[in-house]
């Protein structure tokens, strides 16, 4: 760990090159020394390293699969069943596609992804110690703490989920080991903590940046920003991965009623999902052209019409048996081209599938430029649906559920579904709507769900994995060896 945490400490002053050239500060004074002596002097400063850390969710890192969040939404949608890999392309993500990379333990991905949630939380906790201090107002001052508590209560939360056993609501308190839990800017090795700890300091943390964001409205369009919608928003959906539905349903509909967010047009719902101005997008990333190397990114694997080997011979296409619960008169129904005959290609040199996915349009087939969802109105409406049908609140459920799928699909009528058929009837709806977004491995671990890729269109000699039992250790990502080897605190996974 400490040698890890070095590295953060280089990530942190990186949070400048924003406003100023990277290069220049790491070359002419030791990290530490730059950190100390120039970020954190003044309110410009603080800002600028919390920027710093909305600009490490999109970055390149050190490979072309190594793209800040980007990544792991993909590899999220890789390792369920909603989403089919046409072909093997150029490599990339196949193994995570084949749930080989997240169990190999040297892997540079796997690497990647662990440390990419770990520079946040120690930027993080390098900006909530030092803002106190700085001379400046007390609104800049809470309103970058709250932000600064979000991202660590996000990074927690994104992480325990991975490598760590599924939070049990019938097993209190869950004990089963979790993650290094860092509220401190610290270079010293860390144990893991329980399931259990690990939520309870990231509901403290979106708690506090509740209390620090109250009254702080965030600029126009500054979606990658946090305010107190997304926060609600963060709990919510905390809430719904340790199946307390009240607090699910509450905070959902904290979002939906006071956000001052509406569900998308249709005309919106097919231009290409790549603008954070869109009326239903809450929390996005927003890269620009000289922020964005080509062949990175999600636009770079998860668009149609962006021109890269990967795309070109490997659009990623939708499971055949979901696409076929959509009716002909939702609109989402128009994201996919089940024939692969039906919409025009890019251009010629692109391969033509079944179930190919129209959803994701990157900038051009030159420019894998696009925003990034990583929050929407819809979903908020999907974890009130799920948490009231939990609680029995069948027509709540039933309520919450009509009012996105009727906007979806004017044909559609309230369900009558009650008890099991209605939870089942929200859960298709949820994988329709979210697709290729960053939800699937996570929503099949937090239910106790098993992978089950068998009779749709997933080829088993490119998947490799057709089924994952629950209970499989597998389900959990190991830790990798440069971790292990920098801390002998850290007990891997079976």
Not at 210 to 226: D, E, P, V
Not at 241 to 250: I, K
Request: with cysteine.
């Amino acid at each position: 760990m400490k040698r890890i945490l070095y590295i953060f400490i280089a990530f942190a002053v990186s949070g400048v090159s924003l406003t100023s050239c990277k290069k220049d500060y790491l070359n002419t004074a030791p990290t530490e020394s730059v950190e100390e002596g120039i970020v954190f002097v003044d309110m410009k400063g603080a800002w600028a390293a919390l920027n710093g850390i909305h600009r490490a969710m999109y970055k390149d890192y050190d490979s072309q699969d190594q793209t800040g969040q980007s990544t792991v939404m993909i590899d999220a949608d890789m390792m369920g069943d909603d989403l089919v890999m046409t072909s093997a392309g150029n490599n990339w993500f196949v193994a995570n596609y084949q749930w080989v990379t997240h169990r190999n333990t040297s892997a540079a991905h796997l690497k990647f992804v662990y440390y990419f949630y770990y520079r946040i939380i120690a930027n993080a906790n390098k900006i909530i110690e030092k803002i106190d201090g700085i001379p400046g107002s007390d609104a800049d001052k809470r309103a970058i703490k709250g932000e600064a508590l979000t991202y660590r209560a996000w990074a927690h939360f994104q992480l325990v989920q991975l490598f760590a056993k599924r939070y049990d609501a019938t097993t209190k308190p869950n004990s089963q080991d979790g993650i290094p839990v860092l509220t401190k800017f610290t270079i010293e090795a860390q144990p893991r903590v329980s399931v259990e700890e690990v939520y309870t300091q990231v509901n403290k943390d979106l708690n506090d940046a509740l209390t620090n964001l109250s009254g702080y409205a965030r600029t126009s369009g500054a979606k990658s920003h946090f305010d107190s919608t997304v926060v609600w928003g963060l709990k919510a959906r905390v809430a719904l991965t340790m199946q307390d539905w009240t607090n699910a349903a509450a905070n959902a509909e904290l979002v939906i009623k006071k956000g001052g967010y509406s569900l998308m047009s249709n005309t919106d719902y097919v231009r290409g999902f790549n603008n954070g101005d869109n009326a239903e997008w809450i929390w996005a990333s927003r890269p620009t052209d000289d922020q964005t190397t080509a062949f990175n990114g999600f636009f770079a694997y998860m668009s149609f019409n962006f021109s890269s080997t990967n795309i070109r011979s490997n659009p990623k296409a939708i499971n055949k048996l979901l696409y076929a619960k959509l009716t002909a008169t939702d609109v989402r129904a128009q994201l996919w081209d089940s024939t692969g005959k039906k919409y025009p290609l890019p251009a010629p040199n692109f391969i033509r599938y079944p179930y190919m996915n129209q959803k994701f349009l990157a900038k051009g087939t030159g420019s894998s430029v696009g925003d990034v969802p990583y929050m929407r109105l819809a979903e908020m409406y999907l974890i009130d649906a799920e948490a009231n049908a939990q609680l029995s609140k069948d027509g709540a459920a039933a309520d919450a559920l009509y009012t996105l799928v009727n906007n979806r699909d004017v044909n559609y009528v309230r369900s009558t579904n009650t008890g099991q058929a209605l939870k089942d009837e929200i859960a298709i709806q949820r994988r329709l709507e979210l697709w290729g977004e960053g939800f699937r491995f996570l929503d099949l671990k937090r239910k106790n769900e098993a992978l089950d890729r068998s009779g749709a269109n997933h080829d088993p000699s490119l998947a490799s994995i057709m089924k994952m039992p629950v209970g499989d250790a597998r389900w959990q990502w190991l830790f990798p060896q440069d971790e292990l080897n920098a801390n002998p605190k850290i007990v891997q996974n079976p």
